[in-house]
Every structure is written in structure tokens, then in C-alpha cells.
């Protein structure tokens, strides 16, 4: 089970982090990722990183040199930091799971959490 937390109203050019918590033994076997959903569009990716270690991290285009996604296992969880936030970055962020590896794909991942509210303000 996935629990994602963190979201908000925040103004262009701002900062938030967004964590997601992992129940179960087995979070530093599954590699995972954020997505996000803006409103009448379909779920992007956003970014991933590797198991274990998570030596490995991917990003989208559209965040790289703004978004950095990290993970504490000992903590059971993901994190991703947003710097210099842009209005079309507002969407709902989705973490999710996979034991494959690194994937972008939405119907790459096993699990799910709820989903939390990011909007950034003009």
C-alpha cells in the first residue's frame, strides 16, 4: 500500500516535497516512480528511480533540473522535491511501484497510491 502526502497550493517559482509512504518488508525490491494527472489530460510520467540503492533516477523533460526523486528505505519512502514550480506543473502526483526496474509507462507499475493535489499559482 502506497500513501502519498505533501501536496498544495504554492506560487510559481516555489518549492514542495512530496513524500510517499510504503507498508510491507519488501519497498528496496520495487523501483518507483511519480506520475502526474492535470485536468482532462492523461497521466504523465514525472520521474523514477531505481531499487535498492536507487542509484539510478530518470527524469521527464518537462521537470529535469527542477524535480529530484530520492528514497529512504529505512523509512519505507519516496520522495520527490519540486523547485522553481510552474503553473503547468499543477496536477494530481501519483506514486507507484514496480518490481521490473526503471519504467515511464503507467501500465509498467503494480501499485498505486492515492494520488495528492499540487497547484501552483500564477
Known amino acids: 500500500q502506497l500513501q502519498a502526502s505533501g501536496g498544495g497550493l504554492v506560487q510559481a517559482g516555489g518549492s514542495l516535497r512530496l513524500s510517499c509512504a510504503a507498508s510491507?518488508?519488501?519497498?528496496?525490491?520495487?523501483?518507483m516512480g511519480w506520475f502526474r494527472q492535470a485536468l482532462g489530460k492523461e497521466r504523465e510520467f514525472v520521474a523514477a528511480?531505481?531499487?535498492?540503492?536507487?542509484?539510478?533516477?530518470i527524469y521527464a523533460d518537462s521537470v529535469k533540473g527542477r524535480f529530484t526523486i530520492s528514497r529512504d528505505n529505512a523509512k519505507n519512502t519516496v520522495y520527490l522535491q519540486m523547485n522553481s514550480l510552474k503553473p503547468e506543473d499543477t496536477a494530481v502526483y501519483y506514486c507507484?511501484?514496480?518490481?521490473?526496474?526503471?519504467?515511464?509507462?503507467?501500465?509498467?507499475?503494480?501499485?498505486w497510491g492515492q494520488g495528492t493535489l499540487v497547484t501552483v499559482s500564477s
Open positions: 507507484a511501484a514496480n518490481i521490473r526496474g526503471l519504467r515511464t509507462r503507467p501500465d509498467e507499475y503494480d501499485h
Open positions: 510491507g518488508r519488501s519497498f528496496p525490491s520495487y523501483a
Open positions: 528511480i531505481s531499487w535498492g540503492g536507487g542509484d539510478t533516477k
